[in-house]
């Protein structure tokens, strides 16, 4: 049974995150492109209780005691966290057992429902996702559940950033020649700009998409769109900073790490501090035990679970 807790890991945005995951691999109401867990069998907007609370509270509980300390609980993982109807209950339980900030991680697809904003508002950051404002770039590069609309996401995420009293970053994720020409642009940047956000976070595809024709915008370009977007915009680069205080190449460390995204070698030696060659050898050896499989993806070669 995969951990429902995982970490603490590094992150680029939340510096050392203890993650949590509360819904099954790959259940989310999106199927988009350039998803680094690959693709969404069935897109769905059913909300339930995926898992259930007191598992997670219990788990929760051991690692923060067990160290070392996060900077941020944070709702993330395999799927749309808030597909699951017990997330408000958990965010609450856990502010009760540490003083820990919690974020969650969403792609804001289900803002518009009221009891989903009234989840979201327990927790102290909240980072939705907005990759685009006419509908047929929304279809191609998020290829969502059916019933979903754009205009009505737009709204939902209007309406939580009015209500919300934590702090908000709203990530934005551009695909070359899918949601970058100047109209879509536009759109994303007048959205933004009318919204109660602290920051305005642009990322593009830099792991193995679900779908090898996503292409990252090119560096120059990216910086050309954060000037485009203003002060609080600002590009996401892969975290390489500090790591946890783990000692030795142990194989839980690496799925942990593996779990939040596909990694290189060297990427997983410098956010767990593990000399590069303890790492190739663990990876050798998960390798042939089926434990992890290898992809590459613009020359490079990126692990990831083997599920």
């Known amino acids: 049974m995969r951990d429902l807790v995982f970490g603490p890991v590094p992150s680029r945005r939340l510096g050392l995150s203890l993650g949590v995951d509360i819904i099954p691999l790959k259940t989310c109401s999106y ?14 907007v059913e909300r339930k209780i995926y898992v259930e609370p007191e598992p997670i509270l219990q788990a929760v509980k051991e690692a923060v005691e067990r160290g070392p300390k996060p900077d941020y609980v944070t ?13 408000g209950e958990m965010i609450r339980k856990i502010k009760g057992i540490t003083e820990i900030p ?45 019933g979903l609309r754009i205009e009505a996401i737009v709204d939902g995420l209007k309406r939580f950033c009015e209500e919300f009293d934590g702090k908000i970053w709203l990530e934005i994720m551009l695909v070359d020649g899918v949601n970058t020409s100047i109209e879509e642009l536009n759109g994303l940047k007048e959205i933004a700009l009318s919204l109660k956000l602290d920051r305005i976070q642009l ?10 024709w996503a292409r990252a915008v090119p560096k120059t370009r990216m910086e050309e769109i954060r000037r485009f977007f203003g002060p609080k915009a600002e590009v996401i680069a892969d975290y390489v900073g500090k790591a946890p205080k783990i000692h030795g190449a142990a194989e839980a460390n690496i799925l942990n790490v593996l779990r939040r995204h596909p990694c290189t070698a060297e990427e997983i030696s410098d956010s767990l501090g593990i000399p590069i060659g303890q ?3 663990r990876l050798r050896s998960m390798l042939r035990r089926e434990i992890v499989r290898e992809i590459s993806h613009e020359g490079k070669t990126y692990f990831l679970p083997r599920e």
């Open 31 to 44: 199927n988009c492109i350039y998803c680094q867990i690959g693709r969404t069998p069935r897109p769905t």
């Open 75 to 87: 709702f993330s993982g395999s799927g749309e966290p808030t597909l699951n109807s017990a997330l």
């Open 102 to 146: 919690v974020a969650v991680i969403t792609n804001g697809s289900l803002l518009w429902m009221e009891e989903v904003r009234r989840d979201l508002s327990e927790a102290d950051l909240v980072m939705p996702s907005l990759d685009a404002v006419s509908e047929g770039v929304f279809r191609r590069i998020n290829r969502a559940a059916s």
């Open 203 to 212: 990322n593009t595809v830099v792991r193995p998409p679900a779908e090898r």
């Open 279 to 281: 790492v190739n050898d």
